[in-house]
């Protein structure tokens, strides 16, 4: 089965504190340390797994500056097979509609059985795979927590909200988007990523692509942030202290001035 | 006839000569050991290189002590004297059995030098080593096959019991013991029957109570007794010699060796791959323990050693705990896979992944490395660098937990395992106005001084840490030393990163704090940090020397640097805890107690496991991320060993001792009965 992920590099929640620019319509970037997106990191181990049990290739992609060429070596070192770097400055500033004409574009050029994205990213808003898949007029599935591999189908599982599970069968090529949780990804280490640091990296511009760049980019963007701000705090929190059957008294107390018992 | 008829003369049923079976039988013997030895010996060969053939002073010294002088093995005390009785015993009958075996075709064979009043000696010693070996194989059997203490029990999915390989072993010996006494006593009865001459015997060994037994018996019967005894000695001899190879008592012939190849560095992790240098890794295909083979020629002697004795496993916090981990069973289920994979006769088996084939994952991960099975094994068997090893190939897999590899990134990336930001690294000095107003801190970026303060991460980040950094700095300053600290240039010291199997990660943070270090041109290091200890003294190369902050008031105080006041709180009872990294893996046991004592009033007890045997309170570095399946907290059974030594406050030296010892006093529900202090905070309150 050849599988495509779409994988993007995203500023780490957990390495990073966020603390918005001067000019306060984005994050203060100088400081931040930037990996793959959990989400993707998911749908990378995802494919792999389903490569070593009916065969064929993992190739990951990504839409973004020379510097997304690190998180396309990570996902390599991961045991992905390929990696594509879709980069030109008429992409700057793409909305999830950019994004997903851009993908779709090189997604045209290949012979994808499957197409993975993660469900969302650290800092997205969820879009890409399924426009990606409306643009491509393939089957789509969101929140994939479990996928097994038939012969020119495929049965996928999607979380529901309040903890329930759903099987649907889909043809094939399709696009899925998945969710965390859905494997354990694999450890990559420096060694691993020291291994992939000679693989060549296609490189693809809007030109190679075929795509009109004022279809992308800030130009062709449909939406426009207009501001980025942390919300105050409000005062809805507050620490109960004492010992621990002191706390559970007041608990109680206070669930019962508020009818919660 | 005038005595006794021997071996070499005997005629079986007046035809036979006996000289000849006594000559076959040896053969045959020593024909098969060699065969099995042959067959032991070839995983060793296909195994990785090591490097054992180094330091060969301090290699004899081990022999010495561990091997010859047995000093381990008391500190278990009845099984250790069993076993010293029954070691020396084999050490002295050694010799006496190998003259045996040609006494068989050369009558009244003495060994050159053994003729004289040598021989006289030896013998008298000889039949009181019997003796002893006998009485103790008799005491032994009693206690493993009636008594049967706990830890020889084997957990039913780890196999089977091997209590009646060890008694029928006991038998084998008293069959040797008792044969030898027999030979010598039915020879001796028949020549005092003929003559009436009375040889001097040791009183009371089994000899001398055999003689007494046979004097009456009569001659034919004497004959025919020192000839069946000859053959019984000599078959049980050989059976045993190459039964030895097929189980635990294998460390019969192997201790010597075992022992000798042992390490002879401590605190340090053996490199990758021996023979190839840093630069060379990149050109390995694989790193670590994936299949038996990948383990060295040593770490397979290791395998074939073991006596089970179950010490390491009785000593290990993990296994105290009930993780999935035994430190004995590391060992014998390597061993059942080479007896499996390298069987006596017919084709070798290839390896698979060992950690799926006889290892788990938890189990391998379990470790916190804290040394307390190799303190204790009395064959000086190693298991951190194994432990290692197996964790670099997992690593290499990409087999490593979730709750592992976000700190690990969080390293890779900030140089930390929190992910903090590299330029908060010195905000418990920064962001702390009162302390920053008291205390001017170097930032060695910029500045230089004589000593560098290694503050390491935890104490760097942690916001109920920090409180260690403080106080050493200011324990610093009144003991006059001029000193600064690496700042944002620090990264984390990365003992665990190595003990962890990320061994690229670890060089690239060993390469980033070398390089840092080396550029301040300090004289020397100082750190309260046992972890960061251990990693800048024994694992770094071509750094100033290191020293714990211990050390530094122990010294400060002996010459008198460093004044103390009397006990603020002279109705407590304190107790000292040994980090690991600082007493077992550094040997620095006094200098934290020479400090405590320095302190006027101060009643200070002792843990009944404390020094070399000290309980590890759960690990630390990346153990503090790690999630194990256990029963209960290793910081819970210290603490509950704290309150029955009767100690109020437990004081520790080690920043990951004292979180874990925290969280195990709020579990135990101990809160306002027990408390913890880092030995900075103690000093720092009595600072003058």
């Known amino acids: 089965m050849e599988i495509l992920v779409c994988v993007k590099r995203v500023p ?250 | 006839m005038t005595s006794i008829v021997g071996p070499a003369s005997f005629k079986f049923f007046g035809i036979f000569p006996a000289a000849i079976l006594s000559f076959i039988l040896p053969i045959i013997g020593i024909g098969l050991f060699t065969y099995i030895m042959a067959r032991r010996i070839a995983p060793l060969v296909r195994a990785n290189p090591d490097s054992r053939f180094d330091q060969i002073g301090k290699r004899i010294v081990n022999l010495a002590f561990i091997w010859l002088g047995q000093v381990r093995q008391p500190r278990y005390m009845l099984a250790g004297v069993l076993h010293i009785v029954i070691f020396a015993g084999f050490l002295v009958l050694s010799i006496r059995s190998t003259s045996l075996v040609v006494i068989g075709f050369s009558d009244g064979f003495v060994l050159p030098g053994f003729g004289g009043l040598f021989g006289d000696v030896y013998n008298f010693l000889k039949d009181y080593a019997a003796t002893g070996v006998l009485v103790s194989c008799i005491i032994a059997a009693i206690r493993r096959g009636i008594f049967k203490p706990k830890r020889y029990a084997v957990p039913e999915k780890l196999g089977k019991d091997h209590t009646a390989e060890a008694v029928f072993v006991l038998g084998i010996i008293s069959t040797l013991m008792i044969s030898e006494s027999l030979f010598e006593a039915s020879e001796i009865a028949y020549a005092f029957q003929l003559t009436g001459q009375e040889y001097f015997l040791a009183p009371l060994s089994l000899v001398w109570i055999f003689k007494g037994m046979l004097s009456s018996v009569p001659q034919n019967i004497l004959q025919g007794l020192h000839i069946f005894m000859y053959y019984v000695h000599d078959l049980a001899f050989f059976f045993f010699l190459c039964f030895l190879p097929m189980g635990k008592h294998f460390h019969v012939i192997t201790s010597v060796f075992n022992v000798f190849f042992s390490r002879v560095e401590k605190g340090n992790i053996k490199p990758v791959m021996y023979g190839v240098s840093d630069e060379g890794l990149d050109d390995l295909d694989s790193f670590g323990v994936k299949t038996l083979e990948d383990f060295t020629w040593k770490h397979m002697l290791d395998f074939y050693s073991c006596a089970d004795c179950g010490r390491c496993s009785d000593q290990c916090p993990a296994n105290a705990v009930g993780r999935p981990l035994s430190p004995r069973f590391i060992t014998i289920k390597a061993r059942d896979l080479m007896f499996k994979n390298y069987p006596m006769s017919g084709e070798i088996y290839k390896s698979g992944l060992i950690v799926e084939d006889i290892y788990t994952e938890d189990e391998i991960w379990s470790c916190t490395t804290c040394g307390a099975c190799e303190e204790e094994c009395p064959l000086a068997i190693e298991y951190i660098d194994k432990i290692v090893d197996l964790r670099r190939g997992m690593v290499d897999e990409g087999m490593v937990p979730q709750s592992l590899q976000k700190p690990l990134k969080a390293l890779e990336k900030r140089g930390n395992p929190y992910g903090k930001m590299e330029k908060k690294r010195a905000d418990w000095w920064a962001k702390d106005k009162e302390f920053k107003a008291r205390l001017d801190i170097k930032d060695l970026g910029k500045k230089t001084a004589d000593t560098l303060y290694f503050v390491d991460s935890i104490t760097s980040y942690d916001d109920n840490i920090q409180e260690i950094a403080r106080k050493t700095s200011i324990i610093l300053d009144h003991a006059g030393v001029d000193f600064g600290i690496l700042g944002k240039l620090e990264k984390d010291s990365g003992n665990e990163v190595i003990r962890f199997g990320e061994e690229m990660l670890w060089q690239d943070l060993r390469d980033q704090n070398t390089d840092a270090i080396l550029e301040t041109g300090v004289k020397q290091i100082v750190t309260a940090d046992p972890h960061a200890y251990n990693a800048l003294k024994n694992d770094y190369k071509g750094l100033p020397g290191v020293k714990h902050i211990s050390q530094v008031v122990a010294e400060k105080i002996k010459n008198g640097d460093l004044e103390l006041k009397p006990c603020q709180s002279p109705d407590e009872v304190y107790v000292y805890h040994d980090p690991c990294y600082l007493g077992r893996h550094n040997g620095v046991y006094e200098d934290p107690r020479a400090a405590l004592d320095a302190i006027d009033g101060l009643t200070r007890v002792e843990l009944e496991k404390s020094r070399d045997r000290s309980f590890c309170c759960g690990g630390g570095g990346l153990m503090l991320f790690y999630e194990p399946e256990e029963e209960t907290r290793m910081g819970v059974l210290r603490v509950n060993m704290a309150a029955e030594a009767g100690a109020t406050v437990i004081v520790t030296a080690c920043p990951f001792c004292l979180v874990n010892i925290q969280d195990a006093i709020k579990v135990t529900g101990k809160e306002g009965e027990m408390e913890v202090l880092d030995f900075t905070e103690l000093i720092e309150q009595h600072l003058v």
Not at chain 1, 141 to 158: F, H, M, Q, T, Y
Not at chain 1, 211 to 220: K, L, M, P, Q, Y
């Open chain 1, 12 to 261: 780490d929640t957990a390495e990073n504190e966020f603390e918005l620019n001067s000019s306060g319509n984005d994050l203060d970037r100088d400081d931040l340390v930037y990996s793959v997106n959990e989400w993707d990191n998911y749908a990378v181990e995802e494919a792999i797994q389903i490569v070593d049990k009916v065969g064929g290739s993992v190739t990951v992609i990504t839409v973004g500056d020379d510097e997304s060429e690190e998180v396309l070596r990570r996902e390599m070192a991961m045991g992905a097979n390929h990696g594509i770097l879709l980069t030109d400055d008429a992409f700057e500033g793409s909305d999830g509609k950019g994004i997903a004409t851009i993908l779709k574009a090189e997604v045209e050029k290949g012979s994808y059985d499957l197409i993975l994205s993660g469900a969302q990213a650290d800092e997205g808003a969820g879009q890409v795979g399924g426009m990606l898949a409306a643009m491509l007029d393939m089957p789509y599935a969101s929140l994939v927590n479990k996928i097994e591999p038939g012969d020119g189908k495929i049965v996928v599982g999607r979380e529901i909200e309040g903890g329930n599970q759903e099987m649907n069968e889909m043809d094939l090529p399709c696009v899925l988007s998945i969710q965390t949780g859905i494997n354990e990804p694999r450890y990559v280490g420096i060694r691993g990523i020291r291994k992939v640091a000679s693989v060549e990296i296609p490189e693809k511009s809007a030109s190679d692509l075929g795509i009109d760049a004022a279809s992308v980019g800030s130009e062709g963007a449909l939406t426009k942030r207009v501001d980025y701000f942390v919300p105050d705090l409000g005062d809805g929190a507050e620490m109960l202290e004492g010992s621990t059957d002191e706390i559970i008294e007041k608990l109680i107390e206070k669930l019962k001035a508020k009818g919660g018992l």
